[in-house]
């Protein structure tokens, strides 16, 4: 895959690659074959292995001279591709110990960003040890990556005026019929079994939970996709709240209660009064509690419980 940076990126390239090769002089156009991006030049090219930052220059200058250069499409500002390389980019950077590196905070942040668009592309861009990404789970090359995410209409398709972060906002304010009002239209428009139908069916059954419909709440995670779950525990758990907690005698409100507190911070904050009697109340009785909600839901799901 040829590309031509935008200006503004190309600059940022050009500063690396000048640290890395002081005589480098770029073509500005660049060959992403799998996981490895070469910068064309003359009078030679630099090829960088992105999965592990491995460099070697290429001599051979006249491969690319019949390469028409007018047919080469330039990466859009504001396009998911451009993202992808800008991320490229500060990692090649902290890689090369290239200043200004963004510190461990900065790249937590600005990878999750990037990864917010990517789950609708069912991609994941993972911080170790250069650059690697995956696919449906599977470990994916940045060409592969750079396809997948070549059409930027599918966002807008999904979340078609949808504010995702309104909608989360609405759901940690407790407000959880307004935020069901925002959810459930995404349902529809999402692949089942995708990462971002898992993400929303996560939402939706936690909020049901909060709403005192166990049920609804179960339908909803037993739809989520284990591969694209961080935390098995915590979905066994969540399930077997569903299944047990009604279950659990005169304590069953009380052990409700505070696992409310435990999904969402806002609900404690709001009980705030009653927070230490409560806990004071169900501490004697609560982890053994979990551990039965934990094999309950691993085997309400049919998986394999994994220590």
Same mark, same amino acid.
């Given at each position: 895959? !040829?590309?031509?940076?935008?200006?503004?990126?190309?600059?940022?390239? *050009?500063?690396?690659?000048?640290?890395?090769?002081?005589? !480098?002089?770029?073509?500005?156009?660049?060959?992403?074959?799998?996981?490895?991006?070469?910068?064309?030049?003359?009078?030679?090219?630099?090829? /960088?292995? =992105?999965? &592990? @930052?491995?460099?070697?220059?290429?001599?051979?200058?006249?491969?690319?001279? &019949?390469?028409?250069?007018?047919?080469?499409?330039?990466i859009a500002a504001d396009t998911l591709r451009?993202?992808?390389?800008?991320?490229i980019l500060m990692q090649l950077r902290l890689?090369?110990? /290239?200043?200004? +590196?963004? &510190?461990?905070?900065?790249?937590?942040?600005?990878?999750?960003?990037?990864?917010?668009?990517?789950? !609708?592309?069912?991609?994941?861009?993972?911080?170790?040890?250069?650059?690697? !990404?995956?696919?449906?789970?599977?470990?994916?090359? +940045?060409?592969?990556?750079?396809?997948? +995410?070549?059409?930027?209409?599918?966002?807008?398709?999904? =979340?078609?005026?949808? *504010?995702?972060d309104y909608a989360r906002r609405l759901m940690?304010?407790?407000?959880? $019929?307004?935020?069901?009002?925002?959810?459930?239209?995404?349902?529809?428009? +999402?692949?089942?079994?995708?990462?971002?139908?898992?993400?929303?069916?996560?939402?939706? @059954?936690?909020?049901?939970?909060?709403?005192?419909?166990?049920?609804?709440?179960?339908?909803? %995670?037993?739809?989520?996709?284990?591969?694209?779950?961080?935390?098995?525990?915590?979905? #066994?758990?969540?399930?077997?709240?569903? =299944?047990?907690? *009604?279950?659990?005698?005169?304590?069953?409100?009380?052990?409700?209660?505070? %696992?409310?507190?435990?999904?969402?911070?806002?609900?404690?904050?709001?009980?705030?009064?009653?927070? $230490?009697?409560?806990?004071?109340?169900? $501490?004697?009785? #609560?982890?053994?509690?979990?551990?039965?909600?934990?094999?309950?839901?691993?085997? #309400?799901?049919?998986?394999?419980?994994?220590?």
């Amino acid at each position: 895959m !040829f590309i031509r940076l935008n200006h503004s990126l190309q600059l940022q390239f *050009d500063g690396i690659l000048t640290k890395i090769a002081g005589d !480098f002089v770029s073509k500005e156009i660049y060959l992403i074959d799998k996981d490895e991006l070469t910068a064309i030049g003359r009078p030679y090219s630099i090829k /960088i292995r =992105l999965s &592990d @930052g491995m460099r070697e220059n290429e001599k051979e200058y006249e491969q690319w001279q &019949d390469l028409n250069e007018d047919e080469v499409p330039e990466i859009a500002a504001d396009t998911l591709r451009y993202e992808v390389l800008k991320y490229i980019l500060m990692q090649l950077r902290l890689y090369y110990d /290239i200043k200004p +590196v963004a &510190d461990e905070h900065m790249r937590s942040v600005l990878r999750g960003k990037l990864n917010d668009r990517l789950k !609708f592309y069912d991609t994941v861009a993972v911080d170790e040890p250069v650059v690697i !990404f995956t696919i449906e789970g599977e470990r994916a090359s +940045v060409e592969d990556v750079l396809y997948k +995410v070549s059409d930027d209409s599918v966002i807008g398709d999904i =979340l078609s005026g949808t *504010d995702l972060d309104y909608a989360r906002r609405l759901m940690g304010l407790l407000r959880y $019929d307004e935020a069901l009002e925002q959810f459930l239209p995404l349902i529809s428009r +999402v692949r089942p079994g995708s990462m971002f139908d898992t993400e929303l069916n996560m939402y939706i @059954g936690e909020i049901y939970y909060h709403m005192h419909e166990p049920l609804k709440a179960l339908e909803y %995670y037993k739809l989520c996709n284990p591969k694209y779950i961080n935390d098995m525990r915590d979905l #066994y758990i969540r399930v077997g709240h569903c =299944l047990l907690d *009604d279950k659990a005698g005169l304590r069953s409100g009380l052990i409700k209660m505070y %696992y409310r507190c435990i999904l969402n911070p806002t609900y404690k904050k709001s009980i705030s009064d009653r927070y $230490d009697r409560l806990k004071e109340q169900v $501490d004697p009785i #609560y982890e053994e509690h979990e551990a039965r909600c934990e094999e309950a839901g691993a085997e #309400y799901l049919g998986y394999e419980k994994k220590d």
